[in-house]
């Protein structure tokens, strides 16, 4: 009876210890925004439809981001984020690289996922990212308000 009983905590233990674990992932954590990166949108690119921005970083950081972004309006004082028109939708899960004194431009389409916006104060958010290593990195929000009239 005992040999069963061990037999069992045992079988119990080697089962728990083959079970994927699906929280193991560190939490990311968003930080303040170091000096040295920005985003700035082109005054005279914006549409209702699109705008491209300006990204630069002169840190010595390894600063990454993505394709993935969203849309706030300023309403009254609150940011609020714009409501997407599509049920499903999804980024490319893809990293580019931002180098150091070298500026890229952001040309964002948004017609797809928010449709034509109507007049008022937005504002493009986007994560940006220093990767050091695997499971070593800060995340970044970083923002650029614009003006649809």
Same mark, same amino acid.
């Given at each position: 009876m005992k040999k069963r009983i061990?037999? *069992?905590?045992?079988? +119990?233990?080697?089962? *728990? +210890?083959?079970?994927?674990?699906?929280?193991? =992932?560190?939490?990311? &954590? #968003? $930080? +303040?925004?170091?000096?040295g990166i920005t985003m700035t949108v082109d005054k005279e690119t914006i549409t209702p439809e699109r705008a491209s921005?300006?990204?630069?970083? $002169?840190?010595?950081? /390894? #600063?990454?981001?993505?394709? @993935? !972004? &969203?849309?706030?309006?300023?309403?009254? *004082?609150?940011?609020v984020d714009v409501p997407i028109i599509i049920d499903a939708y999804a980024f490319h899960a893809i990293a580019y690289e931002l180098p &150091? /004194?070298?500026?890229?431009?952001?040309? #964002?389409g948004w017609a797809w996922l928010y449709g034509s916006l109507p007049a008022?104060? !937005? =504002?493009?958010?986007?994560?940006?990212? /220093?990767?050091?290593? $695997?499971? @070593? !990195? /800060? #995340?970044y929000t970083i923002t650029a308000a614009f003006t649809i009239e």
């Open positions: 061990l037999f *069992s905590l045992f079988f +119990a233990l080697l089962l *728990s +210890a083959c079970t994927p674990k699906t929280n193991e =992932r560190p939490e990311e &954590k #968003i $930080t +303040a925004l170091p000096e921005f300006l990204l630069l970083q $002169t840190t010595e950081l /390894d #600063i990454q981001y993505g394709d @993935d !972004y &969203k849309l706030q309006k300023l309403e009254g *004082s609150q940011w &150091k /004194d070298k500026p890229q431009t952001l040309e #964002i008022g104060e !937005y =504002r493009l958010v986007k994560e940006f990212m /220093d990767f050091r290593g $695997t499971g @070593d !990195y /800060d #995340i």
